[in-house]
């Protein structure tokens, strides 16, 4: 038998929820929402939409990590809260979902994906820790793909090591132009027993 973060050949196994659509949207999937060719255009310039982002990717490697990637549409945990990690956006839904999620999971490590990106959210006014947020990303999809491919920090995570999270994301943070942000709520997550 194996430990549910190994796979069968014993390299590690990281679940990541990816959340937001920012990060799995396609032109094509747009339009069929019904936005057209000038909306795209705005959210691409207003919202940080990137169309070259993680659609359609189910699996990254992480040195002897594989990482799983699951959305919405197409996941195998029971629920999302028990990821190893959360990539969710700021809008007011995804704050509310994030309150639900470390309330039926406080270890959860929930990361926010946001224009916001340092600040409170315009929408709510929180600030990321407040709405239970471990985690705070620019809105580009290299840091998301830099931090799902990144072993010492996603062996950190699932360690639930504190101390080696904080270190892998500054050795992390030394090849990003926008750091990732540890908020004082990564303290309370791992902190948390089940």
């Known amino acids: 038998m194996t430990n549910e973060t190994q796979t069968m050949n014993d390299r590690k196994l990281f679940r990541a929820a990816i959340l937001t659509p920012y990060l799995l949207d396609s032109a094509e999937g747009l339009k069929a929402e019904g936005f057209s060719d000038y909306d795209i255009q705005n959210q691409i310039r207003w919202y940080g939409l990137d169309l070259n982002n993680l659609r359609g990717v189910k699996h990254m490697k992480a040195g002897n990590i594989d990482v799983l990637l699951e959305t919405d549409e197409d996941h195998t945990l029971d629920d999302s809260a028990n990821a190893d990690l959360i990539i969710i956006g700021s809008a007011e839904s995804a704050e509310s979902k994030v309150r639900k999620m470390v309330g039926r999971n406080p270890r959860a490590i929930i990361a926010r994906y946001s224009v916001f990106y340092g600040r409170p959210s315009e929408y709510t006014g929180k600030r990321p820790e407040d709405a239970g947020y471990a985690l705070d990303l620019n809105k580009k999809v290299s840091v998301a793909r830099a931090l799902l491919t990144h072993e010492a920090t996603l062996s950190a995570l699932l360690n639930r090591d ?33």
């Open 162 to 194: 504190e101390s080696q999270v904080r270190e892998a994301i500054a050795q992390l943070n030394l090849i990003l132009e926008n750091p990732i942000l540890i908020t004082p709520y990564l303290t309370k997550a791992l902190e948390a027993r089940k």
